[in-house]
């Protein structure tokens, strides 16, 4: 089965990359240039990188015909990030011990990005952006 730019999954890949570009971006700058402690630098790069996710996959990822913002969707994303943030720093913070300087700041965030990668996209996928057959959400149990 070939994956076309129509799946899910292959947009998913292109929304989670550019918002990956923008989280490591922000968190490597604030980390190396403000001198902002690397692991308050992941949090504030993860949850611009989060913001941008959300309205993409919203609006493209996992578009239906009544994609909208919804209160609901915007509760259980939030909580999920919280989830994912959670595993993201704990990573960074096992990692920036025995890895120092600039590369180093820089590894330790892009493995803990690939391992929160893994759980956001199937908390994304199986609850956040599970849907009915109106486009509304299904329930979460499921």
């Known amino acids: 089965m070939r994956a076309s ?13 550019g918002g990956l570009f923008l989280d490591l971006g922000i968190a490597w700058s604030l980390a190396n240039l403000a001198g902002v402690p690397l692991e308050v630098a992941a949090v504030a790069g993860f949850f611009s990188g989060a913001l941008f996710n959300y309205v993409l996959h919203e ?3 996992f578009r239906s015909p ?3 913002v919804s209160g609901r969707r915007v509760t259980l994303y939030f909580v999920m990030m919280v989830a994912v ?3 993201r720093v704990g990573v960074v913070a096992l990692l920036s011990h025995p890895l120092h300087g600039p590369l180093g700041s820089l590894l330790a965030l892009v493995c803990a990005s690939g391992v929160s990668f893994v759980a956001n996209y199937l908390l994304s996928r199986f609850v956040v952006y599970r849907r009915g057959h109106q486009g509304e959400l ?4 499921r």
């Open 85 to 87: 943030l959670g595993i």
């Open 59 to 61: 609006f493209w990822t």
């Open 66 to 68: 009544n994609s909208r």
């Open 5 to 17: 730019i129509g799946s899910p999954l292959v947009r998913f890949g292109f929304v989670v990359v």
């Open 138 to 141: 299904n329930g979460i149990g």
